[in-house]
């Protein structure tokens, strides 16, 4: 089990996440039609021509998904309890069929469960990047966490 239990994590620590990912036509296009989401945006590469991007983008739910995904086997595989929410996502710059994704992470804040006292809850900040070291997705996530002890 290589995620750590709540007793593991520090205010502060990083974790450089070593997956990274090559978006796909195919990653963008599954996702967006299984989310039943029309948008052209997404879809429509002729369409997409005629505007400032020149080509689809990745749907900001895939990169979110990476972004989390990606981070688990370091922090949270085998000891989550559940995930409890995201807050703060933004997507500074868009992705495109073929850029590789990249996550960094970073733990804010680690609190006892008041109502799960065989838990606790650590706050994540993820950082996605593209092949150029842009931003292109930050988000935090709450995660509650197995207590070693539990």
């Known amino acids: 089990m ?3 239990y709540f007793e593991e994590f520090v205010v502060g620590q990083t974790f450089d996440h070593p997956i990274r990912r090559t978006i796909t036509e195919t990653d963008n ?3 967006t039609t299984m989310t039943h989401n029309p948008a052209a945006l997404h879809l429509d590469a002729a369409y997409m021509k005629t505007t400032e991007f020149g080509k ?6 895939l990169t979110l998904a990476f972004m989390v995904g990606i981070s688990v086997n370091d922090t949270t595989h085998g000891t989550a309890v559940a995930n409890l929410g995201w807050d703060d996502v ?12 990249r996550v960094e992470s970073e733990v804010l804040e680690t609190r006892a469960s008041q109502s799960r ?3 606790g809850i650590v706050v994540f900040v993820h950082r996605a990047f593209n092949q150029d070291d842009e931003l292109v997705g930050v988000c935090k996530r709450s995660a509650l966490m197995l207590r070693k002890s539990a």
């Open 90 to 101: 933004r997507f500074p710059k868009p992705l495109f069929c073929g850029d590789t994704i």
């Open 29 to 31: 296009v599954l996702i």
């Open 2 to 4: 290589p995620g750590l």
């Open 56 to 61: 689809p983008l990745i749907n900001s739910c």
């Open 117 to 119: 006292p065989e838990n």
